[in-house]
């Protein structure tokens, strides 16, 4: 297709093509050429994929924008709808899944196609069925478990990993069927979902979404999304457990971060304690609990370094060999070190344990351990 | 002069005139035009000013770098030193005093004449003997306590404020007087000092430092500067106390700061606790206070603003109504929003106290506070 046609199709605010298509890169994966939208543009989502070969469109899934109150962020957010759906939002790692050129393929938020996470979506959901009825609609699905290439967050009775679909969406438009239609249609197809925490008077739904919020905090998950039945509006809001392994996680590698990525995790503490901490001792020893977050992942990180160790993200993954080495090749991609911690056979399966090394951190410490200056 | 004639004099690395005036920008103030240099650039250090009309330079005080690790950064820091001088640093205001077309006048770190801290450099200091004796050189000190227009750490036995000369400069090379040399100037003319700590091997200067910031830390005080016996080279290093109440204020006005000052305030505890804090249980207490630090001054100014308070920074200033009318105008050149909370007379004198308002925290939290999201 040319660019003329692809932008006849797609729902772009760009006047012409031109003006669109300078932010597309191409790639070639599995036979394929992809041009991928690595950012957010003219009103497509970071991630969106043209496939040159077959003219299928993979749209990109949006950012969800975030309140830092719930009240009265809930009601503002959703002035006009009758009713909201609150569903738990799971901490691990977005893929859409689309059938392109006859194949289930997972793309990552960036619009690339991850082999293993492909092949495990392909293992946990059998989407074949899915696709040969709904050939233009992608399964928007959340990896999560301590066995994934990217996350590693624990849940209970996932010892290894799971796949929760989360959004269906048409893939021409990028519009996600309404919230009832897709809970209808992934238990139709035996897609497992997020927990779903019912249906809310926007107006109310602040008080009620304070008790969910306490029993996820009390299990260390991740927080709601909160969607207008069309499924198209939505807001997401997190849980203290959250920001506070998201500071610990940040501050044992302080220098891979975005200064910007600690300030808005800390700012939304602030919001919350000031919405939810009525008693002073309750606010104080969140107050602790934060420096506790900050501060012991930071020293122990830098008494690492100290000692001559690497820091950086680890993560376990299972499958056979090929799969395993597809993986490694592809994360190898992005220019990444990784150090081997372990790799063995289990039942057949080959069992990696590796490390995503951080070399900021690495080097920065490194160079204030040797006594190096801070020019202020 | 001409820009050929300032650029022979100054000891800078720029190679023609025109690469180095671009950077300048003109000011008037007292009759005099003033052409300061806001970045440094070129050699030259932020804040440098040539007065136009009687081709007088008042040097910039340049930044002094900071070490993370007392162990080896001080030895590191001083490879060819035989005894380096460790003083206080003082938690104030920083001020060079030079006399201009005849008089004293204080200019601030970004080449402004502050008539305030002018009128109290004069009061404090009466430099008119020094400077008779020596028109070449410039005074750098501290205006510390309480009662000041730009900072307010408490000092104890200094209940307005107080002056003190931390270092003295040739007027056109910028160069410091030796340490010694310029101990016994301050003595010889009256002018206090900040406090001295001795001198140290820097080889075996990081144990002494250490019991030094165990004692400034117990009394909430900023840290020290280790100075080479020429005084050219000079680092510092803050206390816990200093960094802790740096983050305090910062996060009582959280979108004022840049990210970039919350994180080396961070980083500069995590440094400092890996190596100082050896027993566990004493990390642990440090990274609580840490978090009482962060937390809960940001929950008090949120429920401020919740409350229709404005929040920002109190000071206070005593002295003859015409020069607290001045300090207001010189204040609201900058653009300041300024508050009066209090206008009394004392023993004749005018006390203002009144808050430099943070619209950007303010505006910020009220729109959170509504409901507004972010967007990420």
Same mark, same amino acid.
């Given at each position: 297709?040319?660019?003329?046609?692809?932008?006849?199709?797609?729902?772009?605010?760009?006047?012409?093509?031109?003006?669109?298509?300078? @932010?597309?890169?191409? +790639?070639?994966?599995?036979?394929?050429?992809?041009? #991928?939208?690595?950012? =957010?543009? @003219?009103?497509? &989502?970071?991630?969106?994929?043209?496939?040159?070969?077959?003219?299928?469109?993979? $749209?990109?899934?949006?950012?969800?924008?975030?309140?830092?109150?719930?009240?009265?962020?809930?009601?503002?957010?959703?002035?006009?709808?009758?009713?909201?759906?609150?569903?738990?939002?799971?901490?691990? *790692?977005? #893929? +859409?899944?689309?059938?392109?050129?006859?194949?289930?393929?997972? *793309?990552?938020?960036?619009?690339?196609? %991850?082999?293993?996470?492909?092949?495990?979506?392909?293992?946990?959901?059998? $989407?074949?069925?899915?696709?040969?009825?709904?050939?233009?609609?992608?399964? %928007?699905?959340?990896?999560?478990?301590?066995?994934?290439?990217?996350?590693?967050?624990?849940?209970?009775?996932?010892?290894?990993?799971?796949?929760?679909?989360?959004?269906?969406?048409?893939?021409?438009?990028?519009?996600? !069927? $309404?919230?009832?239609?897709?809970?209808?249609? %992934?238990? /139709?197809?035996?897609?497992?979902?997020?927990?779903?925490?019912?249906?809310?008077?926007?107006?109310?739904?602040?008080?009620?979404?304070?008790?969910?919020?306490? &029993? !996820?905090?009390?299990?260390?998950?991740?927080?709601?999304?909160?969607? =207008? $039945?069309?499924?198209?509006?939505?807001?997401?809001?997190?849980? +203290?457990?959250? @920001? @506070?392994?998201?500071?610990?996680?940040?501050?044992?590698?302080?220098?891979?971060?975005?200064?910007?990525?600690?300030?808005?995790?800390?700012?939304?503490?602030?919001?919350?304690?000031?919405?939810?901490?009525?008693?002073?001792?309750?606010?104080?020893?969140?107050?602790? /609990?934060?420096?506790?977050?900050?501060?012991?992942?930071?020293? /122990?990180?830098?008494?690492?370094?100290?000692?001559?160790?690497? #820091?950086?993200?680890?993560?376990?993954?299972?499958?056979?060999?090929?799969?395993?080495?597809?993986?490694?090749?592809?994360?190898?991609?992005?220019?990444?070190?990784?150090?081997?911690?372990?790799? +063995?056979?289990?039942?057949?399966?080959?069992?990696?344990? *590796?490390?995503?090394?951080?070399?900021?951190?690495?080097?920065?410490?490194?160079?204030?351990?040797?006594?190096?200056?801070?020019?202020?």
């Amino acid at each position: 297709m040319d660019d003329q046609e692809w932008f006849d199709r797609l729902e772009t605010a760009a006047d012409e093509p031109g003006e669109l298509f300078e @932010h597309f890169e191409t +790639r070639s994966a599995r036979g394929l050429t992809f041009q #991928v939208l690595s950012d =957010a543009r @003219h009103g497509l &989502d970071r991630g969106t994929v043209l496939v040159e070969e077959t003219g299928e469109v993979v $749209p990109g899934y949006p950012s969800i924008p975030r309140i830092l109150v719930l009240d009265p962020g809930v009601r503002s957010f959703f002035p006009d709808a009758e009713r909201i759906a609150v569903e738990e939002k799971l901490n691990g *790692f977005n #893929v +859409r899944v689309a059938r392109v050129d006859g194949e289930a393929l997972a *793309f990552t938020r960036g619009g690339y196609v %991850c082999p293993y996470t492909t092949a495990r979506a392909r293992d946990l959901l059998s $989407p074949a069925a899915f696709f040969d009825d709904s050939p233009d609609l992608i399964l %928007c699905a959340e990896l999560i478990g301590p066995e994934t290439p990217y996350t590693s967050h624990d849940y209970p009775d996932i010892e290894s990993d799971a796949i929760r679909v989360f959004d269906v969406r048409e893939r021409h438009s990028g519009d996600p !069927l $309404p919230v009832e239609r897709r809970r209808e249609l %992934c238990r /139709e197809y035996g897609f497992e979902q997020p927990p779903f925490f019912g249906w809310h008077d926007p107006a109310t739904a602040a008080a009620a979404v304070e008790d969910v919020l306490a &029993d !996820l905090d009390a299990d260390e998950r991740e927080g709601i999304v909160m969607k =207008a $039945p069309s499924g198209a509006r939505m807001v997401k809001y997190t849980t +203290r457990a959250q @920001h @506070h392994n998201e500071l610990a996680f940040a501050f044992s590698l302080p220098y891979e971060h975005g200064r910007d990525f600690l300030f808005s995790r800390l700012v939304r503490e602030g919001f919350q304690a000031a919405e939810l901490e009525d008693d002073p001792e309750r606010l104080r020893q969140r107050a602790r /609990e934060l420096g506790e977050s900050i501060l012991l992942p930071m020293v /122990e990180t830098i008494d690492a370094i100290a000692d001559g160790e690497t #820091v950086g993200e680890d993560h376990t993954v299972r499958g056979d060999p090929e799969r395993i080495d597809a993986l490694l090749d592809h994360l190898r991609e992005f220019s990444l070190t990784l150090e081997i911690l372990e790799d +063995r056979r289990e039942d057949g399966e080959r069992v990696l344990t *590796f490390r995503k090394v951080s070399p900021s951190t690495v080097d920065r410490i490194d160079y204030y351990l040797d006594g190096g200056v801070v020019d202020e």
